[in-house]
């Protein structure tokens, strides 16, 4: 596997379901990000990870639960979602160095919540 | 805070046409600025992107030019194809700011053969 994996590609759960969406990235990066694509709204930045440790949670309701295991592993544990959270989540990592700005993309979860 | 601001879509245009999607941007300071392409069905890629006034970015036959002056960094391509369909995002990041990417709404383009 190359570049930035995410698992699955496509959820559909209901209200009460706890499920996880997972990301892994095979390039060496050191910072980890969620983002949340929703139809007709701009990415909305959701957490960063820099080194396993979040830096940034965007006001991000509870119900979305992230954990960065390490570098190369980023879950987002969903539990009690609304209909609203319904969305593509795209996960990316860069390299948190001088020099280095670019974020590489997986290829997200399309969420649905019934 | 910052902010990007780029053209509304649909753009509808033939193959072979020139396509050029605007994008101006709200920062205080000199930003590195990205173009990135959505494919239907698939996640962001880096297309472009320059770090600097004046640097020009170039991939696939795409081009941006970073104008300080005008805070802008319009996405050209000389000649598209079908393939070429699809949704383009201008972006900004300060590397003070952990890599924070702010991303503009969006541009969906739709080439006809």
């Known amino acids: 596997e190359t570049g930035v994996t995410q698992t699955p590609r496509h959820l559909v759960m209901g209200m009460t379901n706890k499920k996880s969406l997972k990301c892994e990235q095979h390039?060496?990066?050191?910072?980890m990000y969620w983002y949340k694509q929703s139809a007709k709204k701009p990415l909305e930045l959701m957490f960063v990870?820099?080194?396993?440790?979040?830096?940034e949670n965007n006001s991000v309701p509870s119900r979305f639960s992230p954990e960065c295991p390490n570098s190369s592993h980023l879950f987002l544990h969903l539990h009690t979602l609304q209909p609203e959270d319904s969305a593509l989540y795209l996960c990316?990592?860069?390299?948190?160095?001088?020099?280095?700005?670019?974020?590489?993309f997986g290829p997200g979860t399309r969420l649905t919540v019934l | 805070g910052d902010s990007v601001t780029q053209m509304e879509g649909p753009v509808t245009l033939s193959e072979e046409a020139f396509l050029t999607i605007n994008c101006t941007y709200t920062?205080?300071?000199?930003?590195?600025l990205f173009w990135y392409v959505q494919y239907p069905g698939e996640g962001l890629q880096l297309l472009l992107k320059?770090?600097?006034?004046?640097d020009k970015g170039s991939n696939k036959g795409f081009e941006a030019t970073y104008r300080k002056e005008t805070t802008s960094f319009h996405l050209e391509k000389g000649s598209v194809q079908v393939s070429d369909s699809a949704v383009y995002f201008c972006?900004?990041?300060?590397?003070?700011?952990?890599?924070?990417?702010?991303f503009g709404g969006g541009t969906r383009v739709l080439v006809k053969p």
């Open positions: 972006a900004l990041t300060f590397k003070a700011a952990g890599n924070k990417l702010t």
């Open positions: 920062a205080t300071g000199y930003p590195s």
């Open positions: 320059a770090t600097k006034a004046d």
């Open positions: 390039l060496g990066h050191n910072a």
């Open positions: 990870y820099n080194f396993k440790e979040q830096t």
């Open positions: 990316a990592s860069s390299q948190d160095e001088p020099g280095a700005d670019t974020q590489y």
